[in-house]
């Protein structure tokens, strides 16, 4: 029945920093029946991926952006607590990297376990069939009749990737960790919905200096709360979701000249791409 879905759902809108009510950068896409994509397992993933009620065991297709820590902690954890809730394959695409980080976090450190494991009862294929794959800017492929694109972000110095999810004429772009670039406002001219890092907050005046360099220096390679409603303006994007943001901070941004809709997403957050 539920053929027209096509709807993301926040799981962690956090920043590096440990907090209850902002987990690490996950979100999970959803469209048709059964198509899925996880894109991003910042720490916490697993438990917010079962907060939201979805089927663990049934999270196949994850997507990551880069391999900063805050995006990939909870990777481990998912590849096993995957298997535990009856996972039997798992495709896995990222950027130059993304295989590398595979090897040496779950391969490397985890296989004698994971023997042990098989040999308990585990199903072999749970650990044994994950395929990783880099990509680059330009790679796409249908999945369970999405198309799903690589794009270009400005995330000095990693590798790093945007996913574009086109269904039935309906378009979603996650950008993952972003400042701004004009590759990207013509990756998401007119998409329905962008879900975009907004980390890059101006430091409040009380602040003290170590820690305001800190926020100052976000701006190299973060976008602002402001650059990324004026990208959804440069675009014309129907919905502009703000993630990735840093404890205790509000974002304030001026939409006057933007005629859609801006988000401020929180974990758990469920947005329709309509
Ligand atoms: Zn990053
Ligand atoms: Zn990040």
Redesign the pocket.
């Known amino acids: 029945m539920d053929n027209e879905l096509f709807q993301i759902t926040l799981l962690g809108t956090g920043s590096p920093s440990p907090n209850l009510t902002r987990h690490h950068p996950a979100a999970l896409v959803e469209w048709g029946a059964n198509g899925h994509m996880l894109v991003d397992a910042g720490d916490g993933v697993v438990n917010q991926i079962l907060a939201a009620e979805k089927n663990l065991g049934a999270v196949e297709n994850i997507a990551l952006t880069?391999m900063?820590w805050d995006?990939i902690l909870g990777y481990p954890a998912l590849v096993w607590g995957g298997w535990s809730a009856g996972r039997n394959r798992m495709s896995v695409t990222g950027p130059v990297g993304t295989r590398d980080m595979h090897h040496q976090l779950v391969e490397n450190y985890y296989r004698e376990q994971a023997e042990w494991a098989i040999d308990l009862g585990f199903a072999r294929d749970g650990f044994d069939a994950v395929r990783v794959r880099d990509v680059a800017v330009g790679w796409s492929e249908m999945l369970d009749g999405c198309l799903v694109e690589a794009g270009p972000v400005y995330?000095p110095p990693?590798d790093a990737l945007a996913y574009k999810f086109t269904y039935q004429g309906r378009c979603l772009v996650v950008t993952g960790?972003t400042a701004r670039c004009d590759e990207l406002v013509q990756f998401v001219q007119d998409v329905d919905v962008l879900v975009i890092d907004a980390c890059a907050v101006t430091p409040g005046d009380d602040l003290p200096p170590a820690r305001r360099k800190i926020i100052e220096r976000l701006h190299e390679f973060h976008a602002s709360p402001q650059d990324c409603v004026d990208i959804a303006a440069a675009a014309n994007v129907g919905k502009v979701v703000l993630t990735h943001h840093l404890p205790g901070v509000m974002p304030e941004v001026d939409a006057s000249a933007y005629a859609g809709e801006v988000i401020i997403g929180n974990d758990l957050d469920v947005i329709d791409v309509t």
């Open positions: 880069h900063h995006h995330h990693m960790d």
